[in-house]
């Protein structure tokens, strides 16, 4: 991991033995993914002047996690796990790559590789 990256995700409460017990407040989902819920993470300070995106999701919801967000560029990746031939008509619509049958992060890597190369 690199400074300039910053993971916002659910975070959970366990037991002794491991078990979870609850997902801690506020819980992040697909329809609430944009700035207005970020604004309440220490990370938001972080990147809320950056003007590059690199935006990863399994829903077409999830392109509305930059609503809200002042951006130059922005790549668009989407995965599709199931129902590919079902789905791709509608993934093409709204991401620029596409990472079908729960496949790998070697796109996104050589994309950032790309980037930072």
Do not use: C, W
Not at 20 to 29: G, R
């Amino acid at each position: 991991m690199s400074d300039n990256i910053q993971i916002i995700s659910n975070t959970f409460e366990y037991d002794k033995n491991g078990n979870v017990l609850k997902i801690k407040e506020p819980i992040i989902h697909s329809l609430n993914k944009d700035e207005t819920l970020l604004k309440d993470f220490p990370a938001y300070e972080n990147v809320k002047n950056r003007k590059n995106v690199l935006l990863l999701g399994d829903t077409v919801d999830d392109v509305g996690m930059v609503e809200g967000f002042d951006y130059d560029h922005l790549i668009k990746i989407g995965f599709l796990n199931d129902k590919v031939e079902q789905g791709l008509p509608e993934y093409k619509k709204f991401f620029d790559i596409i990472i079908t049958g729960d496949g790998r992060m070697d796109a996104v890597n050589k994309l950032m590789d790309k980037i930072y190369g």
